[in-house]
């Protein structure tokens, strides 16, 4: 396969005409850059000089230093450029008026990963709104989804646990492009703003990240490589329970565990027909933060073998399944806080759906529960397939 140019590489091969003359805004993070590792800012700074009047930095901050949820940055100034940068994950998570008066465009070059959970396309929402409401025109520099764009799965979220990892009625893994969800953000949820996507050259839908060719560059600190990307559909579930999804090691999301766990009775539980595409390693590792820091977790490494075949959120339930069956006593539900929802559950918010969270309690068969979201499924994948930009 040929290599992918991205969005912001044919954006600066040939800067559309209606950015001539124009005051513009970049809102991006470290992983904005181009094959050749230079960053977004600096390309379009030496492409148009003086015209980046402001930048913007999403959830995990301008350089995305930021461990955690709920962890804001503050708004502050490029040592490079220095004009201001405005923190859309900080006292506000909607921009502002005055955020973006120094701008006549925002430009957006995040790179997504392909799951519901993730912030910066909610973000990326929150501009869209913001910019219709005071006229000013997104254009989204767009990029692979490195989980592939032809798999889909996962229920759609209920109306009741819309937040900021999920306000709008789309799969756990989405199977789209951040420039095609801008679409289907903008089109279907009728946003409504003057929105204009660079789309890419070289990126087919069955494209996994390896098969792109471009650098991986993490865009939050707990998905170092791809592969944390490829597990965090269904990883993510965890972050709603007191099983350590692997933050504070060095494989967060692809190890994951716990102080009280058995992983031969979960083994017995899964033989590899219930698993496909992936082989649990059986674990042990100390988390050095967040849950369970200091204490020696047995638990499980992901290991994908055949990334067509695995179902990562599939997967996470049936394990969770499992933990809960066996260790019923010891397993919990994480309480409120999360991602500034003080009610809900996090799991609830984070699946979507509370019957997810009470058919475990239950101990219905997850084959069942997924039987169930196939009717949505494929209502989303209707609605969703107008806004493909790529065959």
């Not at 005071?134 to 989204?140: F, P, S, T």
């Not at 692979?144 to 209920?158: A, T």
């Not at 049936?318 to 009610?343: C, M, S, T, V």
Request: glycine share 6%.
């Amino acid at each position: 396969m040929g290599r992918v140019f991205t969005g912001l590489e044919n954006f600066i091969d040939s800067p559309p005409a209606f950015i001539r003359d124009k005051r513009l805004g970049l809102l991006c993070n470290p992983a904005s850059i181009d094959s050749n590792f230079n960053h977004a800012r600096e390309l379009i700074n030496s492409e148009l000089p003086g015209k980046l009047t402001a930048l913007y930095s999403p959830q995990h901050g301008f350089f995305s230093e930021k461990q955690d949820n709920m962890i804001e940055s503050e708004n502050m100034i490029d040592p490079l450029l220095n004009v201001p940068v405005f923190s859309l994950y900080g006292k506000t998570r909607i921009p502002s008026k005055e955020m973006l008066d120094p701008i006549d465009i925002l430009i957006i070059d995040l790179q997504d990963v392909g799951t519901r959970v993730y912030t910066f396309i909610y973000t990326m929402s929150y501009c869209l709104e913001a910019a219709k409401k005071i006229g000013k025109k997104v254009v989204i520099l767009d990029r692979p989804n490195p989980i592939g764009g032809e798999i889909v799965e996962g229920n759609c979220l209920l109306p009741e646990f819309v937040s900021f990892v999920g306000r709008y009625p789309i799969p756990m893994r989405h199977g789209l492009t951040i420039g095609e969800l801008a679409l289907l953000f903008n089109n279907h949820f009728a946003i409504d703003c003057d929105l204009e996507v660079i789309p890419m050259k070289g990126w087919k839908r069955a494209m996994f990240f390896g098969n792109t060719g471009l650098p991986w560059i993490p865009p939050s600190p707990n998905l170092p490589t791809p592969v944390s990307a490829a597990v965090y559909p269904g990883q993510v579930i965890l972050e709603g329970t007191n099983i350590s999804e692997g933050r504070g090691t060095t494989q967060p999301f692809e190890v994951f565990g716990a102080p009280f766990i058995n992983t031969r009775k979960i083994i017995s539980a899964l033989d590899d027909n219930l698993l496909p595409g992936i082989i649990l390693r059986p674990v042990a590792f100390e988390p050095t933060s967040n849950k369970w820091q200091g204490e020696r977790c047995e638990g499980f490494q992901i290991h994908i073998t055949d990334p067509v075949r695995y179902k990562p959120y599939f997967s996470t339930l049936k394990l969770l399944h499992a933990i809960y069956f066996y260790h019923g006593n010891e397993f919990r539900w994480k309480n409120p806080p999360y991602e500034y929802e003080f009610d809900k559950y996090p799991v609830d918010l984070i699946t979507g759906d509370s019957s997810i969270r009470t058919a475990i309690e239950s101990s219905d068969k997850i084959d069942e529960i997924e039987k169930r979201w196939q009717a949505e499924l494929e209502e989303y994948l209707q609605i969703s397939r107008k806004y493909h930009l790529y065959a």
